[in-house]
């Protein structure tokens, strides 16, 4: 009893960080999502943003790198997601590539941070079918900006901590494809238990990350999306899958 209540107060002081961080940062950034010529420079008070919700939640996190992204260069960004904490770790892994999220819609009614979430990502609702189908449009449109795309390709968020990886959704792939983007894949690990969305649950940790080789897209059509999902899927999970035999957080 004494823990779960001091995993709720935990649970509360994120909020309270991720709030109290915006707030201070407010007036900066509400000049910066004005335009798209300044979303380079949100993207970097956001890793600001990132930087302190994470530690301050007393997360650490190890970095393996196969590939160095090339400065400034569009990727359709991918990662495995199981917790909160997995927006800020991307924020933070990935710093020479500013991207765009792709988001639930629900997210944008959060108080404060739903206003900049709007301003700033691509908002999904995956039960409406236009929805989806605004995604692509407004992703074209940040792509012929300059702008990389992250998206979580599971399409959601498994509360079974013992499930490693949940199935792709194709949308990610589709994006590549049609805009002869690379698929740049991340693997996190250990953020799933360390902090999930039960609130009940969690603890601080060290989170084991790993940024992949890109995965080429050239002259793939758009019928070859389900093999470039699973081959993304399969990097990713063989990975998860590494990690977990070395370190097993069951």
Known sequence: MFYTLIRYVWRIWFYLLTITTIIILFPILILTILSDRTYPLFFKLARVWAYVVFYGMGMRYTLEKDYQPTKNKSYIIIANHGSMLDIMLMLILVKDNPFVFVGKAELAKIPIFGF??????????????????????????????????CIFPEGGVNDDIS?????????AFRLAIEHQLPVLPLSLYG???????INSKGFPGRVLAKIHYPIQVEHLEIFDKKNLKDQAYQVIHEQLTIYKMNKPLD
């Open 116 to 149: 900049i979430y709007r301003r700033t990502c691509i908002l999904v609702d995956r039960g409406d079918v236009k929805s989806r189908k605004e995604v692509f449009e407004a992703a074209r449109d940040k792509i012929n900006k300059g702008l990389s795309i």
């Open 163 to 171: 499930v490693l990886l949940d199935p792709f959704k194709e949308g």
């Open 191 to 197: 953020l799933k238990h360390f902090f999930p969305f």
